[in-house]
């Protein structure tokens, strides 16, 4: 990499990972539980919960996906743990989001009150496990796992800044870029990548060439794409 594209990245990361670039955000309701969690007024599930949620929802425009994760926290009295424990869902096959529908969300909640009935934490769930487990859908090892990798990057990060840092037994280190259209078009037009396919592989490579700048932190480096496709910039 040369030392401009890399000056130009730095910048764009130390820039653009600053809470006020996502108050319109899918973000902000695992936010709002995090801080609920650290006076106390929440659990670990609680952000647990509304992260995976959000996550699964985040895609379409930022606007639909912030309108519908507040529909869907009204659903559940913004009580997420227990309304996922209680056991009784909105099943039905109106929309939620997009092409998500209530029936979706409800088997998901199933899927989750399982989980938390044997363990306290999704933190030691693989990424299989989540997309197989939780979000039902078909194991795909080729994958890039998105919305995963986000939830993620949410909730191991931690600087204090935008991430949550909650998950303390997992290494940011480990962390892979959440890759969707995008941020592969974005790392196309800076040459991170020249691979074709939008899968885990590529995602891994853009993750590994961030990691060249940010060795323990390689997902800072989603901040810099970020601000990169908000200004348009090549």
């Known amino acids: 990499m ?41 659990t670990l599930a609680d952000v647990e919960i509304s992260a995976l949620l959000a996550s699964h929802l985040a895609w379409g425009r930022r606007a639909m996906i912030v309108r519908d994760c507040g ?10 743990y227990d309304y996922v424990m209680n056991g009784d869902y909105r099943n039905e096959d109106a929309s939620l989001h997009r092409t998500i529908k209530w029936s979706e969300f409800a088997a998901i909640c199933g899927r989750l009150r399982s989980i938390y009935l044997t363990t306290g934490s999704l933190e030691g769930l693989s990424d299989h496990e989540i997309r197989t ?32 840092g909650v998950w303390k037994a997992s290494d940011k280190k480990e962390l892979i870029l959440p890759l969707d259209v995008h941020v592969y078009s974005q790392a196309r037009a800076l040459n991170l990548t020249e691979r074709k396919q939008k ?11 961030f990691r060249e700048i940010w060795p323990e932190d390689p997902c800072k480096g989603d901040f810099a794409l970020f601000g990169h496709g908000v200004n348009n910039r090549v």
């Open 199 to 209: 899968d885990i592989v590529t995602a891994r490579e853009i993750t590994d060439t």
């Open 71 to 80: 529909r869907m926290l009204d659903e559940m009295c913004w009580r997420p």
């Open 133 to 164: 487990a939780v979000f039902g859908q078909k194991e795909d090892r080729k994958a890039p796992n998105k919305k995963i990798n986000m939830m993620r990057r949410w909730l191991v990060r931690d600087d204090g800044k935008v991430d949550l």
């Open 2 to 42: 040369d030392t401009a594209l890399k000056d130009t990245l730095i910048g764009w990361a130390e820039e653009y990972n600053d809470p006020k670039y996502f108050q319109e955000d899918p973000i902000i309701f695992p936010t709002h539980f995090a801080r609920s969690y650290r006076n106390g007024e929440a």
